[in-house]
């Protein structure tokens, strides 16, 4: 028996990646290194628009309301008025230099205890208050990509989260989760929790 093949239509996803911009480091070149980077993917774009912005991590430097500020009148409000990225969906993940780490003290996984352990990374409402004590470090990033229309988790409230993004009649799914739980300026947290595997799960599980 045989099948017929129908010619699938090109499809050729346009997308920019940045990363570990770290706005707010006290460096007084950040400000001309972003306005050469903006010039940089302009000029290397040859004039075809984007159709995602991914920022994976470490967009502030500590986690503070005035480096978000800095960071969207330097970088997103230029590139939403470009039309290269007129169109475009920007997606945002948190870094470990994303939560303000003077709002308090990271939770130590080995001192959870087992309820606690269980409960962390889950996405119901005992998850959220296990996660409480260390999720308002976030306030500030989340309250920034809120503002400015970026599709992210919301480290406030969730480890993880699904979100279908339509771009050009297509339907593209993207996970994004947050690994920074347990970070501190001071102290490494390499090693020192499990990966967040339950809540990148189960939003697929739902789909």
């Known amino acids: 028996m045989q099948h017929e093949i129908k010619d699938i239509p090109e499809f050729r996803l346009r997308w920019l990646h940045l990363t570990d911009l770290h706005i707010g480091v006290k460096n007084e070149s950040q400000r001309t290194a972003i306005d050469s980077l903006i010039d940089a993917i302009?000029?290397?774009?040859?004039?075809?628009?984007?159709?995602?912005?991914?920022?994976s991590g470490?967009?502030?430097?500590?986690?503070?309301?005035?480096?978000?500020?800095?960071?969207?009148?330097?970088?997103?409000?230029?590139?939403?008025?470009?039309?290269?990225?007129?169109?475009a969906e920007f997606v945002a993940v948190p870094g470990n230099h994303d939560l303000n780490c003077d709002s308090g003290?990271?939770?130590?996984?080995?001192?959870?205890?087992?309820?606690?352990?269980?409960?962390?990374?889950?996405?119901?409402?005992?998850?959220?208050?296990?996660?409480?004590?260390?999720?308002?470090?976030?306030?500030?990033?989340?309250?920034?990509?809120?503002?400015?229309?970026?599709?992210?988790?919301?480290?406030?409230?969730?480890?993880?989260?699904?979100?279908?993004?339509?771009?050009?009649?297509?339907k593209f799914v993207i996970i994004t989760a947050v690994t920074a739980f347990f970070s501190d300026k001071e102290v490494s947290d390499y090693l020192k929790s499990p990966a967040p595997v339950h809540p990148l799960r189960t939003p697929m599980h739902r789909t």
Not at 42 to 55: E, N, Q, S, Y
């Open 42 to 55: 302009t000029k290397a774009a040859r004039d075809i628009p984007f159709d995602v912005v991914f920022f």
């Open 58 to 87: 470490d967009l502030a430097y500590s986690g503070k309301k005035e480096e978000y500020d800095i960071l969207e009148a330097m970088l997103i409000i230029p590139l939403r008025k470009h039309n290269l990225f007129r169109d």
């Open 105 to 170: 003290y990271p939770p130590v996984w080995t001192s959870l205890g087992q309820s606690r352990q269980a409960a962390f990374f889950h996405l119901d409402e005992s998850g959220t208050r296990t996660r409480s004590g260390r999720s308002l470090a976030f306030s500030a990033y989340q309250d920034f990509v809120t503002r400015c229309g970026i599709k992210s988790v919301d480290p406030t409230c969730e480890p993880a989260r699904l979100d279908v993004l339509e771009i050009r009649d297509r």
